[in-house]
């Protein structure tokens, strides 16, 4: 599968940096990784996360109910105090990207349309998107501005981490999956992060196959 990011959105961000990590897994314990993954609190600066990320979604013509992934969940901790488990792997990124601030998602490799993903801007008249947990709604990319995953011409993920697609989405049968890692901070901090997440799933299921890599400025495309 190749992996690439537009050249004119590192122009305008070069701070940004896309940690990937593939695995393949068997016999997923669920209920030991439930265990690991109860939040406390983040290491880092969840004000300075939230003011870079809301400034990135402000450029993009995001609407104030269009959140950061990481940002919608420090607010349901605070509204709540927890999170509803979802599934194994999502519950597993959700607490790493809680822990170190930076907005995560993932793919269940089967669903995906085409072996290329691409971090790109929104193409007008494009292909219109179906938002997770709206099944068979359809919503049109207007303005290109707007920074999405797209795999092949099918756009997977809208304003760069807010909202994944409905087709694509892990859930509890998922076996095979790709994990994004977005963050505008360091390279010392997405390496630990992109470890811890490793770490927990190594813990808690058969890890068959496992490639890790990072895009940035330096690097805007690799092969997984």
Same mark, same amino acid.
């Given at each position: 599968?190749?992996?690439?990011?537009?050249?004119?959105?590192?122009? @305008?961000?070069?701070?940004?940096?896309?940690?990937?990590?593939?695995?393949?897994?068997?016999?997923?314990?669920?209920?030991?990784?439930?265990?690991?993954?109860?939040?406390?609190?983040?290491?880092?600066?969840?004000?300075?996360?939230?003011?870079?990320?809301?400034?990135?979604?402000?450029?993009?013509?995001?609407?104030?109910?269009?959140?950061?992934?990481?940002?919608?969940?420090?607010?349901?901790?605070?509204? !709540?105090?927890?999170?509803?488990?979802?599934?194994? !792997?999502?519950?597993?990124?959700?607490?790493?990207?809680?822990?170190?601030?930076?907005?995560?998602?993932?793919?269940?490799?089967?669903?995906?349309?085409?072996?290329?993903?691409?971090?790109?801007?929104?193409?007008?008249?494009?292909? /219109?998107?179906?938002? $997770?947990?709206?099944?068979?709604?359809?919503?049109?990319?207007?303005?290109?501005?707007?920074?999405?995953?797209?795999?092949?011409?099918?756009?997977?993920?809208?304003?760069?981490?807010?909202?994944?697609?409905?087709?694509?989405?892990?859930?509890?049968? @998922?076996?095979?999956?790709?994990?994004? !890692?977005? @963050?505008?901070?360091?390279?010392?901090?997405? /390496?630990?992060?992109?470890?811890?997440?490793?770490?927990?799933?190594?813990?808690?299921?058969?890890?068959?196959?496992?490639?890790?890599?990072?895009?940035?400025?330096? /690097?805007?495309?690799?092969? $997984?």
């Amino acid at each position: 599968m190749k992996i690439s990011i537009e050249n004119k959105i590192l122009e @305008t961000y070069p701070q940004y940096k896309m940690g990937l990590v593939k695995m393949s897994v068997a016999s997923k314990n669920w209920e030991k990784l439930q265990l690991l993954v109860k939040y406390e609190k983040s290491i880092v600066d969840e004000k300075l996360v939230e003011k870079q990320w809301l400034e990135v979604f402000s450029d993009m013509h995001a609407s104030e109910r269009r959140l950061p992934s990481v940002v919608a969940l420090w607010s349901i901790i605070d509204r !709540f105090g927890e999170l509803r488990p979802i599934n194994y !792997f999502v519950d597993a990124y959700n607490y790493v990207s809680m822990k170190h601030g930076i907005p995560m998602g993932g793919y269940d490799i089967q669903k995906l349309p085409y072996q290329e993903l691409t971090l790109q801007h929104a193409v007008q008249g494009g292909k /219109k998107f179906e938002p $997770m947990g709206l099944s068979g709604q359809l919503e049109k990319l207007k303005d290109t501005a707007e920074i999405c995953y797209y795999c092949g011409d099918v756009p997977v993920c809208r304003y760069w981490n807010h909202k994944d697609s409905e087709m694509t989405k892990i859930d509890e049968n @998922t076996s095979e999956v790709l994990i994004m !890692f977005d @963050t505008l901070g360091g390279l010392a901090e997405l /390496k630990k992060a992109m470890n811890e997440f490793v770490e927990i799933i190594k813990v808690t299921s058969n890890v068959i196959e496992l490639k890790m890599e990072i895009l940035s400025k330096e /690097k805007l495309n690799c092969e $997984m």
